[in-house]
């Protein structure tokens, strides 16, 4: 079975203050590793994939095999972060299909 | 703007009546996907479809059914609703394991 929690419903930090979203997962292969953000009023959207070890936004992401952990941090947090971030986890099921699985979600309050 | 497109925003049915959501993508994407959230939950996997290979997840109830004419178009039956499928019903697509999403159905049931 594959799993993602994300251990905080919500987040509060003020602003320019640095911000981490934990996630960790369970899964027995080798898993593709994905932080989604929904802004309010629209729809849920790509933020980055652990592959692309990219940063997006300001965020970065590192795939931590040991913690089985993909942690998303940002340095300075800015008002426009604030979001719902589900972090993500894409496993191959059976039939060689991937099947995504989200975790709860975690809801970031960036405080002026 | 090529994208994946939900209908209507809020549906309201009654307890028992059948309500069909649809979904509509201008991606040409061959998975479409179908996932249901309820509040404060992470959205869950109800089925996918790739391209007309239809795969039910083993914990969706028999209540739900989905439907996928042609590649565009994509349709979520409930056959009989009750006051727990009141969720939001997301639509995604998916290429290259990216998924893309619509901006969801709010259900009611009263």
């Known amino acids: 079975a594959q799993r993602v929690t994300q251990p905080e419903k919500l987040l509060s930090v003020f602003k320019g203050a640095p911000v981490e979203l934990k996630c960790n997962y369970s899964?027995?292969?080798?898993?593709?590793l994905f932080w989604y953000v929904q802004y309010s009023r629209q729809r849920l959207q790509l933020l980055l994939r652990?592959?692309s070890r990219e940063s997006i936004k300001g965020f970065t992401a590192d795939l931590n095999k040991g913690e089985t952990s993909f942690h998303l941090k940002k340095p300075f947090a800015q008002e426009e972060d604030s979001a719902m971030y589900y972090c993500a986890l894409s496993g191959q099921r059976a039939g060689g299909y991937q099947k995504v699985t989200f975790g709860i979600g975690t809801k970031l309050q960036v405080i002026p | 703007d090529a994208m994946v497109i939900q209908n209507p925003r809020y549906q309201v049915t009654q307890f028992g009546k059948p309500v069909t959501l649809s979904c509509s993508q201008t991606?040409?994407?061959?998975?479409m996907y179908w996932y249901q959230q309820k509040s404060s939950q992470a959205p869950k996997l109800l089925f996918h479809?790739?391209?007309?290979?239809?795969?039910n997840e083993a914990d969706t109830p028999d209540n739900f059914q989905s439907r996928r004419p042609n590649t565009s178009f994509c349709f979520l039956d409930i056959r009989s609703p009750g006051l727990g499928d009141a969720a939001m019903y997301l639509c995604?697509?998916?290429?290259?394991?990216?998924?893309?999403f619509g901006s969801g159905t709010q259900l009611s049931v009263l």
């Open positions: 899964y027995s292969g080798s898993p593709e």
């Open positions: 991606l040409n994407h061959n998975v």
């Open positions: 652990h592959i």
């Open positions: 995604a697509t998916s290429r290259v394991k990216k998924l893309f």
């Open positions: 479809y790739y391209d007309k290979d239809f795969n």
